[in-house]
């Protein structure tokens, strides 16, 4: 893998770097390291673990956004994914799209999606405390 994967890798899981240490079994002072270019780890290692996550290669496009907001392409898997552990799967062939045009439609891509999971969140612990039942009417 180029250019040492192991904190995109780690970015696309939304683990901090406790957490992905734990999860991998790696220590945390070594995967520190990686991260800071200080060691970089055997490739076989870095490939282990693209293969665990589902949109992960070293094929993975950086999508650069504002405010420092990296967001991730994976054109194998025709994935976006962002550094929290969320991934969209997208069926248009995006590397085409000119840079600066594609920074702005993944960010509100994702804008769009977390609007989505906060509302579906928020019905959800409404339901918990009260007793409507909803219907859908029939289009």
């Known amino acids: 893998m180029k250019n040492n994967n192991i904190k995109k890798l780690r970015a696309i899981t939304g683990q901090t770097q406790k ?4 999860n991998y079994g790696i220590p945390l002072s ?3 390291k990686w991260e800071q270019n200080e060691s970089a780890p055997p490739e076989y290692v870095e490939k282990l673990i693209a293969r665990t ?9 950086e999508i650069d956004c ?13 994935t976006l994914a962002d550094g929290k552990g ?3 799967r997208v069926s248009e062939e995006i590397l085409k799209v000119k840079k600066q045009n594609l920074s702005i ?3 509100d891509l994702f804008s769009d999606y977390y609007s ?14 009260d007793s409507i039942i909803w219907t859908r009417l029939p289009k």
């Open 116 to 129: 989505i999971v906060e509302r579906f969140e928020r019905d959800c612990r409404y339901d918990q405390t």
């Open 19 to 22: 957490a992905f240490a734990e």
């Open 53 to 61: 996550l589902p949109s992960a290669d070293n094929n993975l496009m």
């Open 66 to 78: 504002s405010r420092g907001i990296v967001y991730y392409y994976d054109p194998n898997m025709g």
């Open 86 to 88: 969320n991934s969209i």
């Open 30 to 32: 070594t995967l520190r």
């Open 105 to 107: 439609y993944v960010e």
